[in-house]
């Protein structure tokens, strides 16, 4: 996939990053973000998760702002070996996301990032620019959350 030029409407792009360090070996955690079907499970603001086929599915995203979005991914990278996963999204959401997972067989760094535009119909681009700290702040509590989230899933299985 080609790089985001967030030149072309800056304030409905988003750069996020967040780092999840975790008390699972890097092979479980990696197994359990590679699993993109029970991410609804374990992580409260994943409401909905369908796979299309191997390498689509589709997912609706909401966290503590009554907005909810609707994506859909393209798994571009799955490599257990190289503990990297991505996606393209496309939707309310055009970018990418991927995980990174580093560590030994007693803990794991999980390594997010995620670049995309925020083109959901409907909401301004004004009220986006305007709200921008308070999205953001919504993305670290959905992050804060998912990793709660899994490491309970985790302790579970």
Excluded: C
């Excluded at 996606?87 to 990174?100: M, N, Q």
């Excluded at 067989?105 to 995309?116: L, M, V, W, Y």
């Excluded at 990793?147 to 985790?154: C, E, S, T, W």
């Amino acid at each position: 996939m080609r790089p985001i030029d967030e030149r072309q409407h800056p304030s409905r792009f988003f750069r996020m990053t967040s780092s999840w360090s975790l008390p699972y070996s890097r092979d479980v955690v990696f197994d359990a973000l590679a699993d993109a079907d029970s991410y609804r499970l374990w992580w409260p603001q994943v409401r909905e998760v369908r796979r299309l086929d191997e390498t689509h599915g589709t997912a609706r995203l909401r966290a503590l702002i009554p907005m909810a979005l609707h994506i859909t991914l393209t798994q571009r990278v799955n490599d257990a070996v190289r503990g990297e996963l991505r996606a393209d999204l496309t939707g309310d959401l055009v970018g990418w996301t991927s995980w990174h997972i580093h560590g030994d067989n007693r803990t794991a760094r999980a390594e997010f990032a995620q670049e995309a535009y925020l083109v959901k119909k409907g909401v301004p681009t004004w009220s986006v620019h305007a709200a921008r700290p308070i999205l953001v702040a919504n993305h670290r509590s959905m992050m804060w959350s998912g990793r709660r989230g899994l490491i309970r899933h985790l302790a579970g299985s």
